[in-house]
């Protein structure tokens, strides 16, 4: 089993910044895929961003250039820093890890932006 904890959400103004972090522990092996997804009031999950093992990124077009993705595999940690947040980036955003054909979640943080 896979346990995913999320940190870093909180409430910022239109144009700030976060930083979310993810933990991951358990029987994590390696070349797995970490990532970030987001879910708004009545909407569904959507991907924001996922990095593989060797570091490759994709990015969900309305973040990019204003979220990074980033890594530490000997901590099995994946960050997410947010830049220049919009309202529309309000939402709960879970945390993932695939390992083959298995995707563990994360219990989700809040992340609200006012305008």
């Known amino acids: 089993q896979v346990h995913l904890v999320e940190s870093g959400g909180g409430l910022v103004q239109s144009g700030g910044s976060l930083r979310l972090s993810c933990a991951a522990s358990?029987?994590?092996?390696?070349?797995?895929?970490m990532g970030w997804y987001r879910q708004a009031p009545g909407q569904q999950r959507e991907l924001v961003a996922t990095?593989?093992?060797?570091?490759?990124?994709i990015y969900a077009d309305s973040v990019k250039g204003r979220f990074t993705i980033s890594r530490d595999n000997v901590k099995n940690t994946v960050y997410l820093q947010m830049d220049s947040l919009k309202p529309e980036d309000t939402a709960v955003y879970y945390c993932?890890?695939?390992?083959?054909?298995?995707?563990?979640w994360g219990q989700g943080a809040q992340v609200t932006v006012d305008s």
């Open positions: 358990g029987s994590v092996f390696d070349f797995n895929t």
């Open positions: 993932s890890l695939k390992i083959s054909y298995t995707t563990y």
């Open positions: 990095a593989t093992w060797g570091g490759s990124t």
